[in-house]
């Protein structure tokens, strides 16, 4: 990972950022434990630095403290799976039901033109996204595709509060796919049924959306439940 830069070495936030883009992109993997002496050497960092960062990747649940034993990268188990997709089957349906083009701007979407028609040019810009990069057999396109898309659903709903509890939820659930097998038919029916989603909500069928989406996530959380490792291996 490196050093961060002195400016901001001393924040634990800063260092929980690090960590937090280190876990997530995948090199440091669920179930990797973290030593204080490695990361704060590594880093450059004091322990109470890097223990207020841990305090901050705690709360997200991205990392795990186990007594006499240690700090972990986070292995959700299936029972946080099932939490998960629990949480998403309240907000996104809901989400899909909020009147349409009262909403001026999306954060999430800096790049694209503010104003009435925002919200279907970011989802029609995720779902094309997830469409080519199943044609391109791009699994870490569709991955990000479909997490950009359901990010912009909950987003319809026009509300920090929920767009951070789909973020934190997003977040472990990246920590789950980085245990499934990164094969292109994993992922695939997800873009397409994201589209399908899209198609109806554009076309002013938003209780059929919603309804589509419910049944596409209690699918998506059987197929990955399907798809975890075994939990019997301990972390070690």
Do not use: C
């Not at 998403?88 to 349409?100: F, S």
């Not at 999306?106 to 995720?126: D, H, N």
Request: net charge negative.
């Amino acid at each position: 990972m490196g050093p961060l830069d002195a400016k901001h070495a001393h924040t634990g936030s800063a260092v929980a950022e690090k960590l937090r883009m280190a876990i997530l992109g995948g090199e440091l993997p669920p179930g990797a434990k973290l030593s204080e002496a490695s990361l704060g050497a590594e880093l450059g960092v004091s322990r109470n630095t890097l223990r207020e960062a841990f305090t901050l990747l705690n709360a997200e649940r991205i990392i795990t403290r186990i007594p006499n034993r240690g700090v972990f990268v986070a292995r959700p188990s299936s029972a946080d799976v099932r939490e998960m997709y629990r949480i998403r089957r309240v907000l996104e349906p809901a989400a899909l039901l909020q009147p349409r083009y009262q909403i001026q701007s999306l954060p999430q979407v800096q790049s694209l033109p503010q104003g009435g028609e925002i919200q279907e040019k970011a989802l029609a810009a995720a779902v094309q996204l997830g469409l080519a990069s199943e044609e391109n057999h791009d699994v870490a396109g569709m991955a990000a595709a479909n997490q950009q898309f359901h990010a912009l659903v909950v987003g319809l709903a026009q509300s920090v509060r929920l767009d951070t509890v789909m973020a934190h939820v997003q977040a472990e659930m990246r920590l789950v796919f980085h245990a499934l097998a990164g094969e292109p038919a994993f992922h695939a029916p997800f873009a397409t049924a994201n589209a399908h989603i899209f198609t109806l909500w554009r076309d002013g069928q938003a209780v059929e959306a919603a309804a589509e989406l419910t049944e596409y996530l209690d699918s998506a959380q059987a197929q990955v439940l399907s798809a975890m490792p075994s939990e019997s291996d301990d972390l070690s």
